[in-house]
Antibody
Framework: EVKLVEFGGGLEQPGGSLRLSCAAS????????MSWFRQAPGRGLEWVSS????????EYADSVKGRFTISRDISKTTMFLQMESLRAEDAAVYYC????????????WGQGTKVTVSS | EILLTQSPGALSLSPGERATLSCRAS???????LAWYQQRRGQAPRLLIS???IRAAGIPDKFSGSGSGTDFTLTISRLEPEDFALYYC?????????FGQGTKLE
């Protein structure tokens, strides 16, 4: 079965760190570009970061640049989002998603993992 | 950055009716990279439409997309109970990948 599963969310204090994981099954991460999105409680969707299939290109939203890092493991089955210097406004459900081929948008999404930032 | 504005914010209809959702971009979407997603309560977004009008795999033909330039439309014919959800348009032609604020179909 082709799917994405996120984990690693939880409660962290402002200024703290968390690492989110996105496990892919049914395909490897070097065959697709991949992205992270987030959705704050009661709010809309926001793009956070993307990584190309080769891993050579990484992009970040201005709101997280310099604090978040996207990466993947050597087996190319798990993608990560390392989040540093967390702020209250980073609290959200974080989704990983697969960028489709040939002008197809984000065609597969995980179920999301919730991040809470509070003291 | 391309900003997207969806209208209306909420749309009240009944099963069997037709829904028309709008999405306006702050500048021309020359690449045609405009998508629509459905998000049911407590679930992840689900891709409905890519490239303005191309239905994603498994999406029934009651969902259709149209438009060009800066104005785009998602039409849902013959509404069924499971169609009452949030709908987002998205620009994905290059980062930042932006979303409209959503239309709640209720």
């Amino acid at each position: 079965e082709v799917k994405l599963v996120e984990f690693g969310g939880g409660l962290e204090q402002p200024g703290g760190s968390l690492r989110l994981s996105c496990a892919a099954s049914g395909f490897t991460l070097d065959t697709y570009a991949m992205s992270w999105f987030r959705q704050a409680p009661g709010r809309g969707l926001e793009w956070v970061s993307s990584m190309s299939g080769t891993g050579a290109t990484k992009e970040y939203a201005d709101s997280v640049k310099g604090r978040f890092t996207i990466s993947r493991d050597i087996s190319k089955t798990t993608m990560f989002l390392q989040m540093e210097s967390l702020r209250a406004e980073d609290a959200a459900v974080y989704y990983c998603a697969r960028n489709g081929y040939n002008h197809i948008a984000f065609d597969m999404w995980g179920q999301g993992t919730k991040v809470t930032v509070s003291s | 950055e391309i900003l997207l504005t969806q209208s209306p914010g909420a749309l009240s209809l009944s099963p069997g009716e037709r829904a028309t959702l709008s999405c306006r971009a702050s500048q021309r979407v020359t690449s045609g990279s405009l998508a629509w997603y459905q998000q049911r309560r407590g679930q992840a977004p689900r891709l409905l439409i890519s490239s303005i009008y191309i239905r994603a795999a498994g999406i029934p033909d009651k969902f259709s997309g149209s438009g060009s330039g800066t104005d785009f439309t998602l039409t849902i014919s013959r509404l069924e109970p499971e169609d009452f959800a949030l709908y987002y348009c998205q620009y994905y032609g290059g980062s930042p990948y932006t979303f409209g604020q959503g239309t709640k179909l209720e």
